[in-house]
């Protein structure tokens, strides 16, 4: 009989936007609204070279490009916009929400790794089922953002958890490097931006049809 406690990833680590849930297009559209609001045009490959960013990052490029706006208000209009778009529909990614019950059956936590601010990923945490997700590391709250190792560092480390322990699912070329610079069991799993491929990542096509049995997989190779 197979010890699945073992081979067990000891948690695992989602992004949010583009991986757990399709919010690009929502950051995308409420850009467009704030660049077009100031007379502004905005495209949707602008928006698509923010993906992975943190968001005061973002900021600071749509200023580059001519919108004389602080910053942090930047921010703050962008938050709210988006968390509006989410309040009508969450558009969850395919096989997102069957793994994350699959996960929370077998006893495996979930910690959420976003450069979403915390208000946000609160809002998209409050439409997933009941205690999906242990912890929360969410943009506004680290010092360095993706693609620096410090959010998934200290993903693991809200649950006392080594790293390389860890499962990490990403989308984003930033994220995903920060998952594997942190050490963790990092699965590209790329949506709107091609990821990479070379020797030693793992990129899965989607998590539609992905169990808690591939994850086991993964864990029992990075052991051997």
Known sequence: MTNHASADPAAVLWDMDGTLVDTEPYWIRAETELMNAHGLSWSEEQGLEFVGNELIVSARMMREAGLDVPAEEIVETLMDNVIGQIRESVPFRPGALELLAELKTEGIPNVMVTMSYRPLAEAVIANCPPDSFA????????????????????????????????VALEDSKPGLASAEAAGTIAIGIPHLIDLEPRPGRILWNSLEGRSVADLRRLRAQQSA
Do not use: F, H, I, S
């Open 135 to 166: 912890g929360l590391v969410a943009g506004d709250e680290v010092t360095a953002g993706k693609p620096d190792p410090e959010p998934y560092l200290r993903g693991a480390a809200l649950l006392d958890l080594d790293p390389a322990d860890c």
